[in-house]
């Protein structure tokens, strides 16, 4: 049986990957059935594809990994790389340095890397450079500042992958634009959202809002972990002083990243912002507590990526405290404005929001919860296609 391996790293990756491996289980074991009466399961197993897990270590906190492993049913990684945090050659470096040896082993027929973390571009260089097909997933997306560490993992990872999975149509535009030929293009819809159609009943009744205190649509909800945001002393004291003021009207819930404690702790921001009396700061949450918080917020202010979307398909306002977003459907059909880190900008549209109600939005195409099974039954093509057998046999 051939492998298909898939990398993981940061926490945002756990969520995307879940689906793909189980749709590629399923897909193997649909496999295995239609074939067995035939009597060609010894003929045909070089055409089964088995996933392989792989987890860089870029995360390694229990609230940053295992708690997602376990409450989204990913299996134990089949290998575990260990590499934790550097600088941004530091931590690409070492994906590499760790990641070839495991390659070789395995000799997976691809590696499938998500999103746009610092693993998912090391992953895609080091397969590559052993002429082992590479599919992104969530590829293509722009935000056209390169100064954000993410962008330049995009653009890179796209640059050199066979398949590129695509959430948004803007994507493929981004990618056509950059000479990507369009056959490897594949419009599939967003993983992420697979993951949260399942799991938002489970989310629903854990109401972690309660435990807090809170009641259902009287609070807000915040996220900041962009270094642009929390790395300076001005920028993050400018924001921590919009959160505080938007507490005096509504209760926020501020689960803290851990970069973004690091520097509330050096910049000696930390007393300050645990002071304001509707500011409830927390350790960062598991992903079904997180959703239960985010499915009955008032509103969400972020500078995630993939919240934008999230808020998008539960239909929950997102304020993003950014200056761009490379995933612009979320501004055109969906919830999110952006507001970026101006404080005066963010406390205004969230007295919008408090007064008004806030944006509706639709759902984007695609997001319904099927992505991974399109994605799955993609790359099964894609590898059982000549061109990648004669890769595979190099
Ligand atoms: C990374 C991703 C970012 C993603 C985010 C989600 C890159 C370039 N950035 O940013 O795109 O949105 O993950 O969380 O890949 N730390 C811990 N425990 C951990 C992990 C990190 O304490 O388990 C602390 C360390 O002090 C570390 C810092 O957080 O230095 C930053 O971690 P890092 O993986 O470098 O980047 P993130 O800011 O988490």
Not at 135 to 156: D, K, Q, T, Y
Not at 287 to 297: C, T, V
Not at 334 to 344: L, Q, R
């Amino acid at each position: 049986m051939k492998k298909i391996a898939i990398l993981v790293g940061a926490r945002p990756n756990f969520m995307k990957a879940a689906p793909i491996i189980r749709a590629l289980r399923a897909q193997g074991a649909r496999q295995i059935k239609a074939e067995r009466p035939k009597g060609k399961e010894k003929n045909t197993s070089h055409q089964q594809f088995e996933p392989v897990l792989i987890h860089s270590g870029q995360h390694y906190d229990r609230r940053m990994s295992q708690v997602f492993f376990t409450e989204l049913g990913l299996p134990k990684p089949n290998r575990h790389l260990g590499v934790g945090s550097g600088s941004q050659a530091e931590q690409t470096a070492g994906v590499m340095t760790a990641l070839e040896p495991v390659l070789r082993e395995l000799k997976p027929a691809l590696l499938m890397v998500v999103g746009d973390v610092n693993s998912t571009m090391a992953g895609a260089l080091t397969a590559v450079k052993l002429h082992i097909p590479v599919a992104h997933v969530e590829a293509g997306l722009r935000s056209f500042n390169r100064e954000m560490p993410e962008e330049i993992n995009r653009v890179v990872t796209d640059s050199i992958s066979d398949l590129l999975f695509t959430t948004e149509k803007s994507a493929e535009k981004n990618l056509r634009a950059e000479g990507v030929p369009p056959g490897r293009i594949h419009f599939v819809g967003n993983v992420m959202i697979d993951t949260l159609l399942a799991l938002r009943g489970k989310a629903r009744k854990i109401s972690h809002y309660r435990k807090l205190g809170l009641e259902p649509g009287e609070y807000a909800l915040v996220t900041l972990h962009r270094p642009s945001n929390v790395d300076a002393v001005p920028e993050l004291r400018e924001i921590l002083r919009a959160l505080v003021e938007i507490s005096k009207s509504l209760p926020v819930v501020f689960p803290v990243h851990p970069r973004t404690r690091k520097n509330l702790e050096a910049f000696g921001l930390w007393k300050k912002s645990a002071k304001g009396p509707g500011l409830i700061l927390t350790e960062p949450l598991g992903y079904l507590q997180f959703l239960s918080l985010m499915d009955r917020a008032r509103m969400v202010l972020t500078d995630s990526g993939g919240i934008q979307e999230e808020t998008t398909v539960l239909g929950v306002p997102c304020l993003t405290m950014r200056n761009e977003t490379e995933r612009p459907v979320t501004v055109e059909v969906g919830t999110n404005i952006m507001v970026g880190p101006d404080p005066g900008r963010i406390v205004r549209e969230a007295g919008k929001i408090l007064r008004g109600g806030g944006k509706k939005g639709r759902i984007p195409a695609k997001w319904d919860g099927k992505a991974a099974i399109r994605i799955a039954e993609i790359t099964r093509k894609y590898l059982l296609s000549s061109n990648a057998q004669a890769q595979m046999t190099k």
